[in-house]
């Protein structure tokens, strides 16, 4: 299985292609795909995605993929990870803590595969925030580095709530208490005094003895459960993504160990994804 790394925390390039000659791989970072011209498919771990002009997909480490070219297509990608958020040279922002903080959306959007904007005015805002980022990174001004930096963060952002929105869409069970307690315990993972189940009863007013039952009841699965798989997929994509050693993040994710974390994270990722064309 090919893995392609990129030695710097954050690249762009513009290519026009009439047919893709990569064959299947995977990243260790994330990439933006922005469709500027051209139709075909992308295959994404086995799903077949057919895009257009202006479709904007969202790639997070290691899922596998590749294109299948139609018509001749015109690609921006938006490569990056965890480094590239560290205060820049300009010593004018550090983002780190807010980029750690959007792992867990950013590693689980392959369980949304598709064009990941529905919201006109976002998608409008999102192109011209890449072609911004894209004209920056090439002409490589004075304080570049710094506006493709805002650029990003206001282009995450606005990733951020649409996936939200999404959330919310998808988790719809007739009580949208439940929708809301998803979604705050996601956005709440590393406080563990939020997480209390004396905290969500205040939070979400119920009972403090009914509160596992009564998420078990809406979502199927216990709370402990829930929680552990999600501090889970953020340790997996943080191990990817980021500079800190796996003890830094099992002591911030509240695991025992570096060696608990790791037994933890191989029950809910026992092998890596297969990577073919699906096709």
């Known amino acids: 299985m090919q893995v392609e790394h990129s030695a710097q925390p954050f690249f762009v390039s513009r290519e026009s292609l009439q047919e893709w000659t990569k064959r299947p791989h995977q990243h260790n970072f994330f990439e933006l795909v922005y469709i500027e011209e ?52 300009m010593q004018m922002m550090d983002y780190t803590e807010w980029f750690q903080n959007l792992h867990y959306i950013l590693s689980s959007y392959n369980r949304q595969p598709g064009d990941i904007i529905h919201n006109t005015a976002d998608k409008n ?13 090439i002409d490589k001004r004075e304080q570049s580095d710094s506006i493709i930096r805002a650029h990003m963060f206001a282009l995450l952002n606005i990733l951020r709530r649409n996936f939200e929105q999404t959330f ?97 994270i191989k029950k809910y990722y026992p092998t890596e994804p297969a990577c073919s064309t699906g096709v």
């Open 38 to 89: 051209g139709t075909g498919e992308q295959c994404i771990n086995h799903t077949v995605i057919p895009y257009q002009r202006d479709n904007i997909f969202l790639l997070p480490p290691l899922d596998c993929h590749t294109f299948m070219i139609s018509q001749p297509t015109t690609f921006i990608f938006i490569r990056f990870n965890g480094l590239f958020f560290k205060k820049d040279s």
């Open 125 to 137: 805002m999102l192109v011209t925030l890449i072609k911004g980022i894209y004209g920056e990174y």
């Open 168 to 264: 919310k869409s998808e988790h719809q069970s007739g009580d949208k208490q439940v929708s809301d307690m998803l979604q705050y315990i996601q956005f709440n993972l590393f406080d563990n005094e939020k997480l209390r189940i004396e905290s969500l009863a205040g939070q979400f007013n119920l009972s403090v003895t009914y509160v596992s039952e009564y998420f078990r009841k809406k979502t199927g699965e216990s709370l402990k459960e829930y929680i552990l798989k999600s501090r889970v997929n953020v340790a997996q994509s943080r191990l990817q993504n980021s500079d800190q050693s796996a003890k830094e993040i099992a002591y911030e994710l509240g695991f025992t160990d570096a060696s608990h974390m790791a037994k933890v």
